[in-house]
């Protein structure tokens, strides 16, 4: 593992941390509350979020500033030691100065069946459409290893990186992400993430809470595009969820 890593995080409360081998900061200051789902895509929320992260970085450098890597981790993953661990063991395993993410993934109960999605699509697109059990090959690469444009708020990256480019609002916006992306376009460095490191975020309540009736209706959606008859309201009730298969992770 590098030496003089130093996690970062930003929260409305102090944290708590596990790994007491690699200093932990948690900043606190500034805190506002916004909607976590669905995301708020404005530049007033990212434009905040960028300069909490920034102090964050700024303030942690102060207080340990042989720092060489930051590991920049919200408050939703602290509790994953054994991912944090294994992200920064590849990280440091890899021939390459680079940004490197865990995946992140949630249980998406809108359908019938349940199905295992991606987390942070606005920051990742490339993982929008990738199924659960998918496991990427490139050559040059590290096996599970995906180039992205961003990595979300699990990633672990050079000093260097952020004094050069820091966190921001990319443009487009929306459309070029969020503050992540905007670090991860810091140039003549590559961003990635990591299949073998895969973390999960608790499903929204507004997903998670849905009825069978409109789970069933968002599911029979395609169905109804592609010319296939809806069933009645009484067929519908008749109808229960489908068990889970592992080849509907998708």
């Not at 890593?5 to 900061?25: M, N, R, T």
């Not at 979020?49 to 939703?76: C, G, M, Q, V, W």
Request: glycine letters at 6%; proline letters at 8%.
């Amino acid at each position: 593992m590098n030496e003089n890593i130093v996690a970062v995080c930003i929260s409305g409360k102090q944290e708590a941390w596990s790994i007491p081998e690699i200093p932990f900061y948690c900043h606190t200051e500034g805190y506002r509350d916004f909607p976590h789902y669905p995301p708020v895509k404005t530049r007033e929320r990212i434009g905040y979020l960028a300069e909490r992260r920034n102090a964050a970085h700024k303030r942690a450098l102060e207080l340990h500033p042989n720092t060489e890597h930051f590991l920049s981790i919200d408050s939703y993953y602290l509790s994953y030691v054994h991912e944090i661990r294994h992200l920064l063991q590849e990280y440091s395993n890899y021939n390459a100065e680079c940004v490197l993410g865990a995946t992140n993934w949630f249980s998406d109960y809108s359908r019938i069946p349940l199905k295992l999605r991606y987390w942070d699509t606005w920051a990742t697109p490339e993982m929008k459409d990738k199924r659960f059990d998918y496991y990427p090959r490139h050559e040059g690469l590290p096996e599970g290893w995906e180039n992205v444009r961003g990595c979300g708020g699990f990633a672990v990256y050079p000093r260097w990186v952020w004094e050069r480019r820091g966190y921001g609002v990319p443009e487009p916006f929306p459309e070029a992400g969020n503050e992540v992306n905007y670090l991860c376009q810091c140039p003549q460095i590559s961003s990635y993430v990591s299949l073998n490191v895969r973390v999960f975020r608790e499903t929204p309540k507004e997903i998670r809470d849905r009825s069978l009736i409109n789970r069933l209706r968002t599911t029979l959606k395609v169905g109804t595009r592609l010319g296939v008859r809806r069933p009645l309201i009484g067929e519908m009730h008749r109808l229960g969820p489908e068990p889970m298969r592992e080849d509907s992770l998708d």
